[in-house]
């Protein structure tokens, strides 16, 4: 018996086409997820080793094709290349694959924690050029994803940034809350206070509110605990 091609047959070998393709695809893509957290992750980084990281992540990125299952790997990545562009200063670069993490991120809906860090640093690059609204933007979004989800990681930075923030404004009571906030954490982390920036960070909001000797005990402390570093 002989059978002619039909529309039927030849759709469903197209179709299997379709999925060898996809399944070569994700192979792809975890190989690449896989080498650039590998490069990422090195013990010793080097300029070598970041660029492997950003090349092979850029690699996943640029498979657009894929759906929601991989956007987790996705923003991760993003954001990952977002922390080594701004690790060499280049600050364009960065905030461009923070905001291309978010975008990932509202198309495919993944968890709020995902974009945690794109948040945070695209909130501190624009207040380091100055766009101040756009800097509380970011950060107030960062904030509600730590207050939601108990994050951890960064949240110094968070808080003394924001800190920095309403202090410039002239806000000093709410500079003072977030300076405290900042130090708590460091404390409840790390069991002192020794950031120096923190400290004076909060004797200068301290001051500005005229209470001086809370101010004044604050600066002792760090000649007292940091002789070589004043």
Do not use: W
């Not at 994700?26 to 300029?47: A, H, M, Q, R, V």
């Not at 996705?74 to 280049?90: D, E, F, N, P, S």
């Not at 108990?150 to 309403?166: A, I, M, P, Q, R």
């Not at 900042?182 to 020794?194: M, R, V």
């Amino acid at each position: 018996m002989h059978f002619k091609p039909t529309g039927s047959i030849l759709t469903i070998a197209a179709f299997l086409l379709f999925a060898v393709n996809a399944q070569k695809t994700d192979s792809e893509f975890k190989k690449n997820i896989k080498l650039g957290n590998f490069y990422y992750d090195s013990p010793n980084p080097t300029t070598k080793t970041d660029d492997e990281a950003i090349y092979y992540f850029e690699k996943a990125i640029s498979q657009s094709s894929l759906g929601p299952d991989k956007a987790f790997e996705m923003v991760g990545a993003a954001t990952k290349v977002g922390i080594l562009h701004q690790t060499y200063q280049r600050y364009p670069e960065a905030k461009k694959k923070y905001s291309e993490a978010l975008n990932i991120h509202q198309k495919y809906h993944t968890h709020d924690s995902t974009v945690y860090l794109a948040n945070l640093y695209l909130g501190m690059l624009n207040y380091y050029s100055n766009d101040f609204a756009q800097c509380y933007f970011y950060l107030n979004h960062a904030e509600q994803i730590f207050q939601k989800y108990k994050l951890k990681k960064n949240s110094e930075s968070l808080f003394n940034t924001l800190g920095v923030l309403y202090f410039d404004s002239g806000n000093y009571r709410q500079s003072i809350n977030y300076f405290t906030k900042a130090q708590d954490i460091e404390l409840k982390n790390t069991g002192k206070k020794s950031n120096i920036a923190l400290q004076s960070n909060l004797a200068t909001a301290l001051r500005h509110l005229g209470e001086n000797q809370k101010a004044l005990e604050i600066y002792s402390n760090i000649l007292k605990e940091n002789p070589t570093e004043t």
